[in-house]
């Protein structure tokens, strides 16, 4: 297993890297929610150095003027797309922000000197809370991964899937994948979101995040056999418990919001944030001290993820070494 600098980057919350063409890009919410920022580099060690560069920001006014969320990157048939969620205000309505999601697009052939071109809204279905969008190829087709409210259904989220009929366009009827159910889906709040998706031998997985944004927070599991009918909910499979949670011996607490990428070698890795400490004053999604980590994934003999345990601090306490 590699020793990572832990965390990665600090101050990045919601992180999500991308290898493309041998080279890594980085983007994750600001504490200031109101601007998207991407980071490139050759390796991923050099994401923590590397010159974060504003490919866009929020207006002034308008439906994304405010709260700039959890965006990520990729590219789909030879187009950079980045997706994020932005809100009309700070306001809480009826218990929740007021989020919608956007995208962005690029056809140059760098995502950060080039030009960006507001897509609009995805519209989907229930014109409700609505964020953490993902997107991924699979059985020949392109999907698109969210988590949005319900009003029918109480709590925060479920999670939803669509096929794509271009990267800012949903082909057909959502189906609901997931939605809260167990106790540590539903400490604080009731939650399933940022999912992400990874294949590993006959099988495609989707982690997500559960519960509220403090120590509770956690990952859970979803997966299907590759040749099943994704749009079926009874494929999925749902792992009862949670799959990466706080870890109070080595003091990381709420590890969540992952994506997934690899090293140098094409080894899996788990890309998520955590903080190292629970006394928050205010609502959690104002500390911003949730820090970009990574770590090793370790496949077992049935072919299933084993997360492991987040690792404890390293960059910091070697810092907090250096400065006595």
């Not at 789909?76 to 809100?87: K, L, R, S, T």
């Not at 000197?113 to 991924?136: C, V």
């Not at 399933?192 to 509220?212: D, K, T």
């Not at 403090?214 to 099943?228: K, M, R, T």
Request: aromatic share 12%; net charge negative; proline share 8%.
């Amino acid at each position: 297993m590699t020793q990572w600098p832990n965390p990665l980057i600090e101050q990045r919350a919601d992180p999500f890297i991308l290898r493309y063409e041998d080279r890594y890009y980085f983007i994750a919410s600001v504490p200031e929610y109101d601007r998207l920022e991407l980071r490139c580099a050759d390796t991923l060690v050099d994401l923590a150095a590397a010159q974060p560069v504003v490919v866009w920001r929020k207006p002034d006014v308008g439906p994304m003027s405010a709260l700039i969320w959890a965006p990520e990157i990729h590219y789909i048939d030879g187009q950079w797309v980045i997706y994020f969620a932005a809100a009309p205000t700070r306001e809480i309505k009826e218990g929740l922000f007021q989020h919608r999601m956007y995208a962005l697009t690029c056809d140059d052939a760098d995502p950060l000197s080039g030009n960006w071109q507001e897509r609009g809204r995805i519209r989907t279905p229930i014109d409700s809370f609505s964020l953490d969008a993902t997107t991924f190829h699979h059985q020949g087709k392109q999907w698109y991964l969210w988590a949005q409210k319900d009003p029918a259904i109480p709590g925060n989220s479920n999670l939803y899937l669509a096929e794509l009929e271009n990267p800012w366009t949903l082909k057909g009827k959502p189906v609901m994948l997931s939605r809260p159910e167990y106790e540590w889906e539903c400490a604080g709040f009731s939650v399933n979101e940022g999912p992400a998706v990874i294949r590993h031998g006959n099988r495609l997985f989707v982690s997500y995040s559960a519960s509220a944004t403090d120590e509770n927070y956690c990952l859970g599991l979803l997966w299907i056999d590759v040749d099943d009918d994704p749009m079926q909910p009874a494929n999925w499979n749902k792992s009862a418990r949670p799959v990466f949670s706080t870890s109070w011996e080595n003091r990381q607490y709420g590890p969540g919001h992952n994506s997934f990428t690899v090293d140098e070698a094409g080894n899996d890795l788990l890309v998520y944030h955590a903080r190292n400490y629970t006394e928050i004053e205010g609502d959690p999604l104002w500390d911003p001290n949730r820090h970009t980590r990574i770590k090793d994934i370790r496949w077992d003999a049935n072919g299933m993820p084993d997360f492991g345990v987040p690792p404890a601090d390293t960059l910091l306490n070697q810092r907090a070494v250096n400065s006595q």
